[in-house]
């Protein structure tokens, strides 16, 4: 069993979020520490740690968190003048936080896609 992360309380609503959307599959929520106007996490409401742990099972889930996405997009109003979909994975990706979780990121041009 992968360990628990405070991703897991937010899902159940232990802990406090800005949720945006929530259904049997994913939650969406505003990030703590947002980089950008707009910035919303998209997580399976089960626990796969990183990208490197996804498998056939998981196929499902990862599609519909891409349509949550666009669909919380469309309600930003960030569709039109678009957005980022960034999931990092592990120690050189930045993973902070071992629950797979999608970045959303808009409402202003955001620049290169890495600093160097
Ligand atoms: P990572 O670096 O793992 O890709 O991203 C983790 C993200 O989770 C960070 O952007 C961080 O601000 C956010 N985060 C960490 N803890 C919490 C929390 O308790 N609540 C919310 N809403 N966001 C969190």
Do not use: W
Not at 34 to 49: E, G, R, S
Not at 97 to 110: D, K, T
């Amino acid at each position: 069993m992968a360990e628990e992360t405070i991703f897991s309380k937010i899902i159940r609503k232990e802990i406090p979020s800005d949720m945006v959307y929530q259904d049997e599959t994913v939650t969406a929520f505003r990030d703590i520490s947002p980089k950008a106007p707009t910035h919303i996490l998209i997580i399976p409401n089960y626990i796969i740690p990183t990208v490197d742990d996804v498998s056939e099972k998981d196929e499902q889930v990862l599609g519909h968190m891409f349509v949550v996405a666009a669909k919380i997009a469309r309600e930003e109003g960030i569709s039109e003048n678009g957005y980022r979909l960034m999931i990092n994975c592990r120690e050189h990706g930045g993973q902070e936080v071992y629950h797979l979780h999608m970045h959303l990121l808009g409402g202003r041009p955001l620049g290169p896609m890495l600093a160097r």
